[in-house]
C-alpha cells in the first residue's frame, strides 16, 4: 500500500484530483477537514482560537466563521503563525492516527493525504511519496475568483501566505500539470495511477 501526500498551492486542483484517484481506489484524507474537525465549538482549539481572535469571528452557533478568520490571518503573518500553532498540532494528531488506523486495516492501494500544507507542517515524513500539483499564479488567481468570489487582493494574500511552488518541486517526486483541460489532468493521474500504484 502506498501512502501519497497530495500537495499543491491554494486553487491548484488538489481536491478535483483526490477525486479522480477515490474513483481509481484510493482512500482519501483531507486535511482541511480534519482542521475544521478540530476546531468545532467546544474543542481546546476552538478555545485558543476565541481566546486569541476574539468573539467576532464566531457565528450565532458559535462555529467559526471561517470566511472571517480566513481575511484576518491572510496578510498578517503574526496571526497566521498563532493560527496555524493552534490548529496543526492537533490536526496532525488526527492525520496520524488515521493514517495508523487505515493502514493497519490494509484495504487499499493508496492513501493519499490531500494536504496543502503538507511540506510546510513536516507530514511529508508521514508519507511514501510527495504528488505536487503545479499551476502558475495566475491561474491560481483565476481559479481562486472563479470558485470562492474572491477579489484579486483577496486571492493574492491566500497565495502569499503559501510556500512557493519552487521551494515544493524540491521536495516532490511527482510533478502534475493542472494548467491544462481537466481531461489532460486526468490522463496524467490515470498513467501515474498505472505506474506508481497498481
Ligand atoms: C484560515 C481558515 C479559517 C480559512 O478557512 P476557509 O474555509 O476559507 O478555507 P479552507 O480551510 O477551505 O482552506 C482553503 C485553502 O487555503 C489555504 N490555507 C488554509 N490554511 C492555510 C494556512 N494556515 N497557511 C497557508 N494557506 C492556508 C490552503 O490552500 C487551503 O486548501 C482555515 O483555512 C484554517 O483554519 N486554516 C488553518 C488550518 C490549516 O492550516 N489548514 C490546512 C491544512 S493542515
Ligand atoms: N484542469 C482544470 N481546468 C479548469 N478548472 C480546473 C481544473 N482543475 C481544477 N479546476 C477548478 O479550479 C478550482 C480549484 O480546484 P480545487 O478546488 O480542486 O483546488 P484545491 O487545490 O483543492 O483548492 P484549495 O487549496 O483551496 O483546497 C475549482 O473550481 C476546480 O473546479
Do not use: C
Not at 474537525?37 to 467559526?64: M, Q, S, Y
Not at 496571526?79 to 493552534?86: A, H, P, R, T, W
Not at 490522463?187 to 500504484?197: A, D, F, N
Request: avoid cysteine; glycine fraction near 6%; proline fraction near 2%.
Amino acid at each position: 500500500m502506498l501512502i501519497i501526500g497530495l500537495t499543491g498551492g491554494i486553487a491548484s486542483g488538489k481536491s478535483t484530483i483526490s477525486k479522480l484517484l477515490k474513483r481509481m481506489g484510493a482512500k482519501i484524507i483531507d486535511a482541511d477537514i480534519e482542521a475544521k474537525a478540530v476546531t468545532k465549538p467546544g474543542t481546546p482549539a476552538w478555545e485558543k482560537l476565541v481566546e486569541r481572535f476574539g468573539n467576532e469571528i464566531l457565528r450565532h452557533d458559535n462555529t467559526i466563521d471561517r470566511r472571517k478568520l480566513g481575511n484576518i490571518v491572510f496578510g498578517n503573518e503574526k496571526k497566521l503563525s498563532d493560527l496555524n500553532n493552534i490548529v496543526h498540532p492537533q490536526a496532525i494528531k488526527r492525520i496520524e492516527n488515521k493514517i495508523s488506523k487505515m493502514k493497519s486495516w490494509n484495504k487499499y492501494k493508496a492513501i493519499v493525504l490531500d494536504a496543502p500544507l503538507l511540506i510546510e507542517t513536516n507530514m511529508v515524513d508521514l508519507v511514501d511519496e510527495v504528488w505536487l500539483v503545479a499551476v502558475d499564479k495566475q491561474t491560481q488567481i483565476n481559479r481562486l475568483i472563479n470558485r470562492d468570489n474572491f477579489t484579486e487582493e483577496q486571492a493574492k494574500a491566500r497565495l502569499q501566505a503559501q510556500m512557493s511552488l519552487e521551494e515544493k518541486k524540491k521536495v516532490a517526486d511527482v510533478i502534475i500539470d493542472n494548467t491544462g483541460t481537466r481531461r489532460q489532468t486526468r490522463e496524467q493521474i490515470l498513467s501515474l495511477w498505472e505506474k506508481r500504484v497498481k
